[in-house]
């Protein structure tokens, strides 16, 4: 569950004080923010704590993380010059990314490690804004009107991000997620005109571990998003698992109960879980999750009791876990990756993974 700690009173103590790009380079804090939703709510895998632009920032690009608002970059890119503070990551600038992965890897023990990075057209979206926005159409503009500096920037993305999730994997994380957050801004043509090339590069630079890849608002590009070489491929909470199973082909699916579901009657969230199982089922691969980040109000004891009904439901003697064509067990800490590449499988299976990544 993306951003499970920041509903946790144990998460905002601790941040407390703590600017969140601050806090993404401390690997004291990091190692101990990535740990509370697992030791809380007992997930089959951990996701690392950070924010996606942290490799951004680290290689030189001034922006800062403002609370209740984002990523504020200081120079929008919107021309030659203003591209030139796009440099390469050296990996030494993110030393401390690797230490903080290594003492995760080490406290974790069976349970499995999610890296992750900014995918390229969503950290391109927050560089040529300048912040976030609704409707990117500065970001657009620039793509349309300066093709070939689009294609370099997204191309300095792309370095960016396989650099950093390089050092993730050398350090131990056993798979990785692609954040394309914002591709649902855009139409298929357009994604396979002036993205997808650039996710495609990141993720095969990067195919000795489970490649996950999710986006936001993404229901018509499910296709594209597996063809530029996931795994996995996270469905958000519009599009249902069999639509999406039809849609993105042969990939295993992560995801998708509506992150505002939590609220309901217990009785609703009940029904909802089952369904994303059952649905789940049509794909190669399920990996059960949220649609989308958690949400800052949400009740840490509600995610409590999905994830015991999740592992109720699917685990050995479970409702739901002798229905080969329906849902296998649980990923756990030594299935995650073969369950994500979902290559031993061809029936879904349900997993939980927790995290507080920005």
């Not at 920041?6 to 998460?11: A, I, T």
């Not at 709510?41 to 490799?55: L, N």
């Not at 990314?97 to 499995?112: D, H, Q, Y």
């Amino acid at each position: 569950m993306r951003q499970a700690g920041r509903s946790l009173p144990e998460y905002r103590r601790l941040r407390e004080g703590t600017a969140m790009i601050d806090a993404c380079r401390q690997p004291e804090l990091v190692v101990e923010i990535t740990m509370q939703p697992v030791r809380r709510y007992g997930t089959d895998a951990a996701i690392f704590f950070s924010d996606i632009v942290v490799p951004v920032a680290a290689a030189g690009v001034d922006l800062d993380i403002v609370a209740g608002v984002g990523p504020v970059i200081a120079t929008p890119v919107r021309d030659r010059a203003t591209l030139e503070q796009v440099r390469p990551l050296d990996p030494g600038q993110v030393d401390d990314i690797g230490e903080s992965v290594r003492t995760l890897v080490g406290e974790l023990g069976a349970v499995p490690l999610i890296g992750f990075a900014g995918a390229p057209f969503t950290l391109a979206s927050y560089l040529v804004e300048g912040g976030p926005s609704r409707t990117h159409a500065t970001t657009k503009a620039f793509m349309y009107s300066e093709p070939e500096l689009w294609h370099e920037l997204l191309g300095r993305l792309a370095d960016i991000a396989r650099t950093y999730l390089r050092v993730q994997i050398d350090a131990g994380a056993s798979a990785v997620q692609l954040f394309d957050s914002w591709a649902g801004a855009l139409s298929e043509d357009d994604y396979r005109e002036y993205v997808q090339p650039h996710s495609a590069s990141v993720l095969a630079a990067v195919d000795d571990v489970p490649r996950i890849h999710f986006g936001t608002g993404t229901g018509e590009l499910l296709g594209a998003m597996a063809e530029a070489g996931a795994d996995v491929v996270g469905v958000d909470a519009r599009t249902p698992l069999d639509v999406a199973a039809r849609r993105a082909g042969d990939v295993a699916l992560q995801g998708n109960l509506d992150p505002t579901v939590v609220f309901a009657p217990w009785e609703v969230i009940e029904r909802k879980v089952r369904d994303v199982l059952v649905r789940g089922s049509a794909a190669k691969g399920h990996v059960f999750n949220l649609g989308h980040g958690v949400l800052p109000e949400t009740d840490p004891r509600v995610l409590s009791r999905i994830v015991d009904l999740v592992h109720t439901l699917t685990g050995e003697g479970g409702e739901l876990a002798d229905q080969a064509d329906q849902v296998r067990p649980p990923v756990t800490s030594d299935r995650l990756a073969a369950t994500a590449v979902a290559t031993a499988a061809t029936a879904a299976t349900a997993a939980t993974a927790a995290g507080a990544a920005g």
